[in-house]
């Protein structure tokens, strides 16, 4: 186990009780036992390989120490002895949630370093395949979050909804989970014949579902007693940690890429950005349903208005980008990823650094689960969306 | 031959076969609720469960999960309490079979008829906290006490109005035997003024049960299996068939007290016991797969404050009834 | 929509002086690079200053620049002004020291222990400046150019030769 110091109070082995590993820290004159938990890196509740090692005063929590790096793959170093096509097949999977958004990032810094100008039509089916990609994502969180608190059913619902939408996935690139559909310039290819129908179907699917999931789940009493006024997060703190996304949103800011620093062609489309009020886990949770909501209308408005055309610029056979330095900002499922990219005119960049929306919000935990009981720990590191390859790279 | 008759209808006869019916149908109500569960969680939850097991519909699923735990290997934490630990499952099993020996199947077909059954009832299935709380503390593991404390808890809070809303059927009905409550039921006690007893009863049951949404103890989100983690095998078996058969269990002690037990037009009795036990068993089935799980305190706070005072207030109504008409 | 580049810029070199070693701005975006001594001040001064108001921490990473040392790139921004900077600070090979941003936002934190991992560089003033995603025994730091990407140590890779020259 990691290095765990105590300070202060004497540790003391009490005989009998269960087992090993009890330590009592005595502080004062009162013997408090407090006991040292480890929740993960396996367990059911925590998404992947996540650990929280927690100190607890009954069943209250003193302090949480997640413990991260379980899943580090080291992509920023792979990513300075590779190209940049290789670099795309690579950040599809850090948040393997959300692939696709995961590459626009990357495909738009190297196209602004070398001032491409990506066509028309691949700039709306970037922008309809991400929105569908949000829907995805979102799709899960509402799921496993309902299923961290009990509730089984809601996470078949959201997965049979996945299905659909990950089979026109396939369709159009391949792959369901990691797709590599983008590349420097714009797409792949075409989407192929029938796509726009099944997209079409899975809008006014997913449409009619959405209220299974708010009466399943957020209108639901014993749903609200679990997540209302739990793991508040005040906005100026989100800020100073660098959280974004839905649980930036539900604080109370109305920060999102697609509407403070507007790419491809989010400006020219309609969608509003749900903001809550007060931060906590409930909010969080509609927020992310609004987020589906808001997507739906994208994507709705895209297959009104796509242009016809290539679905690639002309690029040279291998790509270079110039020298220079850029930092592109995105608005994934998640919440904002970035990408800093520093080039020396190779064809394999000399620094990529991913900043990545999972990393800022998982490091607030520690300030925000100090005085939680442990139920309300699994209601708060559930309502924190986070992948742990987003965490960890 | 003849001897097997004479002892078949002697005194010890009848009562070996009264044990062997009650274990038999001990066991196969465990199978078919364990499969019912499956089955009615996996259409609610849009897809088909048990498939190949047994070639029809998975059948036999519950069989191959029995043969599967026998041939386990038996495996007892090196810091285990031995005895305890190895004891503890029995604690729970026991009482289970105990209350079906006493519930009355048919007209005149109770295991063990008596003028207290229903108190007989009540205080057998009480037993089981202990066996659970000897399952956490033995396990020498933190999660496993931490369940078996949420347990107790939740175990004991829940007690009161389960034998407050029994309490109100008994007085309505005049007597504290089970097949009384069935004699004195014209009309199912659900409709002749038992509806809060019932509601009662039903969220007191799936919290001994530790049913979803009450399932805290067991929150395997959380703490994995609370209490039961440690248990491998054949001990875990026991667990769950002291949780299925204690889900019929108590559905049929629900169905004897408040929807008319073997009462009912046409079909013999015994099958109507069944059906109406079998229909109280899936909507706990239906609840598990609604709803979320409530946290510990919120659980208490409704017991303490919400259950037991309604409790009491439907016994001094009940009382109230009685005495004015 | 918050200050200009050449005003963010402008404000620091007002305040800073002779700390302020330069700046250009890059895709719409101001790029100052400073003393890293000075880099606690130029912080705080950017978060209380209420017209410029620097909220948000957004990431704090280096770049390996061979002889002339570890650059330091920390990016923040106003999300209640709508403006951004990167503030770059750069740091000698031997012995890289920089003063730890985490008591101005305490989203530092993670960042630089990251980067401290990674790079080798001390960040004085910083909490707990342990091992964040590496093993705690692990030896060297990642993403220095001289630390040799493993992956082809092990075994010989049958395969094409990677773009960086990598077998």
Same mark, same amino acid.
Request: charged share 20%; net charge negative; proline share 5%.
């Given at each position: 186990?990691r /290095? ?6 004497t ?16 502080r004062?004159?009162l013997?408090?036992e ?16 996540l ?7 009954? &069943? ?12 580090h793959?080291g992509f920023?170093?792979?990513? &300075?002895?590779?190209?940049y096509?290789?670099?795309?097949v ?7 949630l959300?692939a696709?958004?995961?590459e626009i990032?990357?495909a738009?810094?190297v ?29 899960v *969180?509402?799921?496993? $979050?309902g ?15 996945r299905?659909?939408?990950q ?20 797409l ?10 099944k997209?079409?179907q %899975?809008?006014?699917?997913v449409?009619s ?7 399943l789940?957020?209108?639901? &009493?014993?749903f ?10 005040p ?6 940690? /660098?959280?974004?996304g ?6 109370g800011?109305p920060?999102d890429a ?9 400006e ?6 749900p903001?809550?009020k ?7 949770f509609?927020v ?17 208005g796509?242009p ?10 291998t ?8 930092y ?5 499922p998640?919440?904002q ?11 394999q960049?000399?620094?990529?650094k ?7 919000n ?7 689960l ?6 309300d ?16 790279r | ?10 005194a010890?006869g ?13 066991l196969?109500a465990?199978?078919v609720?364990?499969?019912?569960e ?5 259409h609610m ?7 190949y097991?047994?070639?029809f ?10 043969l ?23 604690m729970?099993? !026991?009482p289970?079979?105990?209350l079906?020996? !006493?519930i ?16 007989? %009832?009540?205080?057998?299935?009480a037993?089981s ?7 956490g503390w033995?396990?020498?593991n933190k999660f ?5 404390l ?6 004991? %809070? ?10 109100a059927v008994?007085?309505?009905a ?8 069935v ?5 199912? $006690?659900?409709?002749a003024?038992?509806?809060l007893?019932f509601?009662?009863f039903?969220?007191?049951?799936m919290a001994?049960?530790?049913r ?10 959380e ?6 983690t440690?248990y ?6 026991l ?8 889900m019929?269990?108590l559905a049929a ?14 079909f ?6 069944l059906v109406?036990?079998?229909a109280?068993?899936?909507?706990m089935?239906? *609840? ?6 409530i946290r510990e305190?919120q ?15 439907n016994l ?10 | ?11 620091l ?16 975006e ?5 003393l ?11 978060k ?5 108001a ?9 770049v ?5 040392g ?5 990016e ?5 002004l ?11 090979r031997?012995?890289?020291?920089a ?15 990251e980067?401290?991992e ?16 590496l093993?705690?025994e ?11 990407l ?9 395969g %094409?030769k ?6």
């Amino acid at each position: 186990m990691r /290095g765990r110091e105590v300070t202060e109070g004497t540790i003391q082995r009490l005989p009998g009780g269960p087992g090993e590993g009890v330590e009592v820290v005595l502080r004062g004159d009162l013997a408090t036992e407090e006991m040292v938990l480890n929740i993960g890196p396996q367990h059911p509740s925590t998404h992947g390989v996540l650990r929280v090692v927690i100190t607890l005063d009954g &069943e209250r929590i003193v302090e949480a120490e997640p413990v991260i790096g379980y899943m580090h793959r080291g992509f920023e170093k792979l990513a &300075e002895v590779r190209d940049y096509h290789q670099i795309i097949v690579l950040v599809n999977r850090h948040d393997w949630l959300s692939a696709f958004c995961n590459e626009i990032g990357v495909a738009m810094a190297v196209e602004r370093l070398m001032g491409l100008e990506v066509p028309e039509r691949a700039q709306w089916l970037r922008v309809l395949l991400a929105e569908w990609n949000r829907v995805l994502n979102h799709l899960v *969180f509402i799921g496993s $979050f309902g299923l961290e608190l009990g509730a089984m059913t809601p996470i078949f619902y959201a997965f049979r909804e996945r299905e659909v939408i990950q089979e026109f996935f396939e369709m159009a690139t391949g792959g369901r989970l990691h797709v590599h559909f983008n590349r420097v310039g714009g797409l792949k290819e075409d989407l192929p014949k029938g796509f726009m129908k099944k997209s079409e179907q %899975a809008l006014r699917l997913v449409r009619s579902r959405l209220a299974d999931y708010e009466d399943l789940l957020l209108g639901s &009493e014993i749903f609200q007693a679990r997540t209302r006024g739990i793991g508040v997060i005040p906005p100026e703190l989100a800020k100073e940690y /660098g959280v974004t996304g839905p649980i930036l949103q539900a604080s109370g800011v109305p920060e999102d890429a697609r509407k403070t620093s507007p790419y491809l062609v989010y400006e020219k489309l309609e969608f509003d950005v749900p903001v809550g009020k007060t931060g906590d886990a409930w909010e969080r949770f509609w927020v992310l349903l609004e987020r589906v909501r808001q997507s739906l209308r994208i994507i709705e408005q895209v297959h009104e208005g796509l242009p016809s055309g290539p679905v690639r610029a002309r690029v040279p056979k291998t790509i270079k980008a110039p020298e220079g330095e850029i930092y592109v900002r995105t608005e994934n499922p998640l919440g904002q990823l970035g990408y800093y990219l520093v080039s020396r005119g190779g064809q394999q960049p000399w620094r990529l650094k991913m900043r990545t929306a999972s990393f800022s919000n998982v490091s607030i935990l520690p300030a925000i689960l100090k005085g939680a009981l442990i139920p309300d720990l699994v209601a708060i590191m559930g309502s924190i969306f986070f992948v742990v390859g987003d965490v960890d790279r | 031959m003849e001897g097997v008759v004479v002892l078949a209808r002697s005194a010890w006869g009848i009562l070996l076969l009264k044990l062997i019916a009650i274990l038999g149908l001990y066991l196969v109500a465990t199978l078919v609720v364990g499969y019912a569960e499956h089955k009615v969680l996996a259409h609610m939850q849009a897809r088909l469960g048990p498939m190949y097991a047994g070639r029809f519909h998975g059948w036999a699923q519950l069989i191959a999960d029995g043969l599967k735990f026998l041939q386990k290997e038996d495996v007892i934490p090196r810091a285990a309490d031995k005895w305890v630990f190895s004891l503890a499952p029995v604690m729970v099993v !026991v009482p289970g079979i105990m209350l079906y020996a !006493v519930i009355p199947w048919g007209k005149g077909l109770a295991g063990f008829s008596s003028d207290v059954s229903l108190f007989y %009832a009540l205080a057998i299935s009480a037993i089981s906290v202990v066996g659970v709380l000897m399952a956490g503390w033995a396990s020498a593991n933190k999660f496993s006490l931490i369940g078996a404390l949420r347990s107790a808890a939740q175990l004991i %809070a829940y007690e009161l109005p389960l034998v407050l809303a029994a309490a109100a059927v008994a007085l309505q009905a005049g007597s504290a035997s089970l097949e009384g409550i069935v004699e004195a039921q014209r009309l199912p $006690f659900i409709l002749a003024g038992q509806e809060l007893g019932f509601f009662i009863f039903l969220m007191a049951s799936m919290a001994e049960l530790s049913r979803t949404p009450l399932d805290m103890p067991i929150a395997d989100s959380e703490i994995i299996a609370g209490a039961y983690t440690e248990y491998t095998g054949m001990r875990y078996v026991l667990f769950l068939l002291a949780e299925y058969a204690g889900m019929f269990g108590l559905a049929a002690l629900g169905a004897v007290l408040f929807l008319g037990g073997w009462r009912g037009p046409g079909f013999p009795g015994v099958l109507w016991t069944l059906v109406k036990a079998g229909a109280l068993t899936f909507i706990m089935i239906w *609840f598990r797969a609604t709803y979320p799980r409530i946290r510990e305190d919120q659980l208490q706070k409704m017991a303490w404050a919400w259950l037991v005072p309604l409790s009491l207030a439907n016994l001094m109504g009940t009382a109230a009834f009685k005495l004015l008409f | 929509m918050g200050l200009a580049p050449d005003e963010l810029a402008a404000r620091l070199q007002d305040r800073f002086g002779e700390a302020v070693l330069g700046w250009e701005e890059n895709f719409g975006e101001a790029v100052v690079r400073v003393l890293p001594g000075a880099l606690r001040e130029v912080a705080t001064f950017l978060k209380e200053t209420p017209d410029l108001a620097f909220d948000f921490f957004d990431f704090a990473t280096a770049v390996d620049r061979e002889e002339a040392g570890f650059e330091l790139v920390v990016e923040i921004a106003s999300l209640s002004l709508g403006h951004r900077l990167r503030l770059k600070a750069l740091l000698p090979r031997e012995d890289p020291r920089a003063p730890s941003l985490t008591p101005v936002w305490a989203g530092a934190n993670w960042h630089e222990r990251e980067t401290a991992e990674m790079f080798g560089i001390t960040f004085e003033g910083h909490p707990n400046l342990a091992k964040l995603l590496l093993p705690e025994e692990f030896e060297g730091h990642p993403l220095r150019k001289d630390f040799v990407l493993m992956a082809r140590e092990a075994k010989p890779w049958p395969g %094409a030769k990677e773009p960086g020259g990598h077998e």
